[in-house]
């Protein structure tokens, strides 16, 4: 009576929801509900958003001496890790403040006081490496959809955002990300970093200097007040090293790099 | 999936009323918490026990409808709980998402509307008794 009534209805029940299930994922709805390029779209929409606030706050450096040698750092990373150069859109900002930060869209902004916080062309790399590494691994997005929420985000991409946008705007260039994502942008840089033959111990030695100096309360060195403890991390930086008797090759010449440190302390 | 069967004794109009309400309680508890399956189970749960002393037609449908509900719960968490991955963490959507959340969407359906018919036939006096879970509740649910 129980195989009968219960136990063999209860089984086609399964089977049935099991077998719709199988059938229904045979279908496209991916591209039936169009949901790349709505995901694109809006990105675009937001990565632009936070840009055209951001430049209208602080002020974008464009000259030659101070974009190229960054570029030059950027463009190695992307070609020797297969990403798209096109994709990350290089911004240099003129502030004192220790700091770089990834906006939706591969939008990277850097500060010329990070430039200036920098001893080589490696310690930057590390840096950049890093966010674009939040870039690559999507947690620009995976952010803001988690702070700020999935409905508050499409209302900014439409323009609706009034002041939520521009508080959201800070959270992407004062806060760090939870320490998993952290963690794999770290670990991400050094992979690029090899990959690229640049020497991935500087960017360790930069997390553990800059921590040593870093005070409470202390704005200039956001970047690393930002992302807690960079004693660890420069450690699992270091561990995570694996060609360590690889022939590293500088990025832009030594007489380069003297000439960007100089303009970017001319800045100021 | 209802099928109206007479019931051992006819019940009273206090009782129709009440038994009603336990499908009334799982319809309107599944209406507010989709977002959250938890909140119709735990809704139905708390009519299911404030009734355990009712009278047997009240309770027999008291716990067909709680062992309805306790089937979606299933369905509706692993629906819930993948998307939150999908927002929170490295998942992604895919087709096998989609189908997963239309066919939960069919059942809660079916589920809804069977629903409202045993709100309706009880609250007449009539007895529903539906598959798998009527029989199941005859073996819970002693008079």
Same mark, same amino acid.
């Given at each position: 009576m129980i195989m009968k009534k219960i136990i063999l209805p209860a089984l086609f029940f399964i089977a049935l929801f099991f077998g719709a299930w199988y059938a229904l994922s045979k !279908?496209?709805?991916?591209r039936i509900f169009r949901i790349e390029k709505i995901a694109a779209s809006t990105e675009q929409k937001l990565g632009d958003y936070y840009w055209d606030y951001?430049?209208?706050?602080?002020h974008e450096n464009k000259s030659t001496k101070i974009y190229a040698p960054v570029d030059s750092i950027v463009t190695r990373l992307c070609e020797a890790n297969n990403i798209d150069r096109?994709?990350?859109?290089?911004?240099? !900002?003129?502030? *004192? @403040?220790?700091?770089a930060f990834a906006l939706p869209n591969g939008h990277l902004v850097v500060f010329t006081g990070l430039i200036k916080?920098? @001893?080589?062309?490696? *310690?930057?790399?590390g840096v950049l490496g890093h966010e674009m590494a939040h870039i690559q691994k999507g947690h620009v997005m995976k952010k803001l959809i988690k702070e700020v929420g999935l409905s508050a985000l499409m209302s900014i991409a439409s323009g609706k955002g009034g002041k939520a946008a521009s508080e959201t705007a800070k959270l992407l260039s004062s806060a760090a990300y939870d320490r998993k994502l952290e963690k794999e942008a770290d670990l991400t840089s050094v992979e690029y970093m090899e990959n690229a033959h640049i020497?991935? *111990?500087?960017?360790?030695?930069?997390?553990?200097?800059?921590?040593? *100096?870093?005070k409470p309360g202390d704005n200039y060195l956001a970047w690393i007040s930002t992302h807690p403890d960079s004693e660890e991390r420069s450690k699992y930086i270091l561990a995570a090293i694996t060609n360590k008797s690889e022939k590293y090759t500088d990025i832009v010449s030594a007489a380069t790099w003297q000439q960007l440190q100089d303009a970017v302390k001319e800045l100021q | 999936m209802n099928t109206a069967?007479?019931?051992?004794?006819? $019940? =009273?109009?206090?009782?129709?009323?009440?038994?009603?309400n336990s499908y009334l309680m799982s319809m309107v508890a599944l209406i507010a918490g989709?977002?959250? $399956?938890?909140?119709n189970l735990v809704a139905t749960l708390i009519f299911y026990l404030s009734n355990r002393k009712a009278t047997y037609?009240?309770?027999?449908?008291?716990?067909?409808?709680?062992?309805?509900?306790?089937?979606?719960?299933?369905?509706?968490?692993? =629906?819930?709980?993948?998307?939150?991955?999908?927002?929170?963490? +490295?998942?992604?959507?895919?087709?096998?998402?989609?189908?997963?959340?239309?066919?939960?969407?069919?059942? +809660?359906?079916i589920e809804f509307i069977a629903t409202i018919y045993a709100a309706i036939e009880t609250r007449k006096g009539k007895h529903v008794s539906w598959i798998i879970f009527g029989p199941l509740t005859n073996i819970i649910c002693r008079p």
């Open positions: !279908v496209d709805w991916i951001f430049s209208k706050i602080q096109k994709t990350i859109k290089l911004h240099i !900002v003129e502030t *004192e @403040e220790i700091n916080g920098c @001893e080589s062309d490696a *310690e930057l790399a020497n991935p *111990e500087p960017f360790a030695d930069f997390l553990f200097r800059l921590s040593k *100096e870093t | 069967k007479t019931f051992a004794y006819v $019940p =009273g109009e206090h009782e129709a009323e009440k038994a009603s989709l977002h959250l $399956p938890i909140v037609f009240v309770r027999w449908h008291c716990t067909q409808a709680l062992l309805s509900q306790l089937s979606m719960l299933f369905v509706n968490s692993t =629906g819930f709980w993948w998307t939150i991955r999908i927002i929170f963490t +490295d998942e992604k959507v895919s087709n096998r998402y989609f189908a997963y959340i239309l066919v939960a969407l069919i059942f +809660d359906i």
